[in-house]
């Protein structure tokens, strides 16, 4: 699934309830590495640009 600047955004900035939803859906827990890969990766597609990203505050 390749997301958009805007989706990965969105996802990053509501990670916590997307993966709270996750682990009651699933019943499986997300581990801390895993949670740290998958804000990397969506902060890399949030900001492209690194620290001159539109969005960087």
Known sequence: MKLSKDEA?????NLEQFVSRFESATR??????ALDIIHEILTEVSFPAG???????
């Open 51 to 57: 620290a001159g990203s539109e969005n960087v505050h």
């Open 28 to 33: 499986k827990k997300v581990t801390p590495g």
């Open 9 to 13: 955004y969105y996802i990053l900035t």
